[in-house]
């Protein structure tokens, strides 16, 4: 063959609008009673169902286990993805109740929306036929940009008056839970032969831009106005889960690879997340007897990979044996980070941890997943006349503004305000991102140089504010009360690494020298 090109794109996408919204309005000479509820539910789902089975969207570009020979022309593998959820989530309602005697008004809002995007995006190599694999130049690529934006919001307005007593209770309450759980993958992998570009470089290169971005906001007002008594309660509660986790990994592994020119890995994972989440309550009671009530709380977590400890580690060889429930954290390569709990029987004797299949469902249970950027070499023989580069970057942000507020008034002869608004803000970041050449397969590992660099950016800006006001005002008396609080915790807990190790033939390094390099530049 003059050449090879292999492309595969997915360009999946969601685009969902649920508008929600009520009225009601009592009248009467006794007694009027209005009464308003409206709830709007979304749920979409890219790459699994909702009982939460079902595998990834996959977007691969492939060689498996084949012979190829391109005398004069390059082997190319490009897979790109691109999924996309767009969501509008709302709900309103406004009820009336107006008497001569008794006015009564209730109204509630609620929305739920739930967004995943599960995507695996491969170009690689997988395994040869008898004679290896041969182009003038091999590149394989694989990038993804998944991105969820969502609005959820709910409004509910209560008004009720009477000329004897007026009672109004209003309630809103927005609910968001959006989730990227990606792998992106450039790899060669299994290559007994040998894989060689005879004219220029191979290149490895796997990218992933993945973002969430979410507003979640309630409201209530509630005014309740009679003659001897007014009464008026609202409340407005909203709540934002957004995490992702994705996986990006340019490698070698359990491979021969040769270049005419050089070779270079490449993993780039940035990831972002921008939320607001806000609830705000006014409430206005007046009467004789003139109460108020206002709850304001909001609520939100926000979690770029996960950092959960073990009981073991994949490395290790269990002289007692290894008992349903333990959980194991894989130590190295595509998966290192993630955390499996065995389900199934208990094993006596000694159990070796790193010849499990992690991936058989019988036995393990995914737990935990990490998050981040590795470019490496494993158990791999490497030759280029050029330089070797091993390059892992990530980049992960988390920006969050968490508001809660609340404003009551009560007049009357006697005036009566409670009111309490509540922010809480969780915010999480736990990324592996290394660059190693870890194992020469049996073979050499001989290139002009080596460098390895691993490098994390990784921010946290996060504004949490909570405030309450209430205001009495009373001819005989008059009391309010209010209470705010705002709790936030941020926490920074990646690994970054760059090393050479397990070099048991050996490591040349024919013009330049080896570096290896990590650093970290976190920052809340």
Partial sequence: ATGVSLTATNDAGITATVISLAAAIGASGTAGVGVAIGVSVARNLIGSTPDGGGGPAETQAYVQDSDVTAQAGDLTATATGRQTISAIVLAGTAAVGASGGVGIAAAGSGTWTENKIAAKVG???????????????????????????????????????????????????????????????????????????????????????????????AAAIAVGAGFYAGLAIAGAGAEASNAIYTKVNAYFDASDVKAHTTVSLSATDTSTILAIVAAVSVSVGIGAAGVGVGIGAALAHNTIGNATEADHSSIETLSGGLENGKTVRIASGPDQGDVYRYVGTTLAGSVDLRTQHYADEDLWELVDRASGAQAFSRDSAVEAIGAMTATATATQTIKALTLAGTAVVSAGGVGISLGG????????????????????????????????????????????????????????????????????????????????????????????????????????
């Fill in 123 to 217: 170009a690689f190599v997988d395994g040869d036929g008898a004679t290896g694999i041969s182009a003038d130049a091999i590149a394989l690529s694989a990038s993804d940009n998944s991105s969820i934006g969502v609005i959820t919001a709910a409004v509910a307005l209560a008004f009720a008056f009477g000329a004897n007593v007026g009672g109004a209770i209003a309630v809103g309450v927005a609910l968001a839970h959006n989730e990227v759980a990606n792998e992106v993958e450039a790899a060669i992998r299994d290559v007994a032969q040998q894989i060689e570009a005879t004219d220029g470089a191979i290149t490895l290169d796997a990218t992933e831009t993945a973002g969430i971005r979410s507003i979640a906001a």
């Fill in 421 to 524: 608004a509540g922010a809480s803000t969780v915010n999480e970041i736990a990324a592996v991102v290394g660059a190693d050449d870890d194992g020469d397969g049996g073979g050499d590992v001989d290139v002009a140089s080596l460098a390895l660099s691993a490098t994390d950016t990784s921010t946290i800006d996060t504004l949490t504010a909570a405030v309450a006001v209430a205001f009495s005002f009373g001819g005989f008396g008059a009391a309010s009360v209010a209470i705010a609080v705002g709790l936030a915790r941020n926490t920074i807990e990646n690994d970054v690494e760059a090393y050479v190790a397990r070099a048991d033939s050996s490591l040349i390094a024919q013009t330049g020298g080896v570096s290896a390099t990590a650093t970290e530049a976190a920052t809340i």
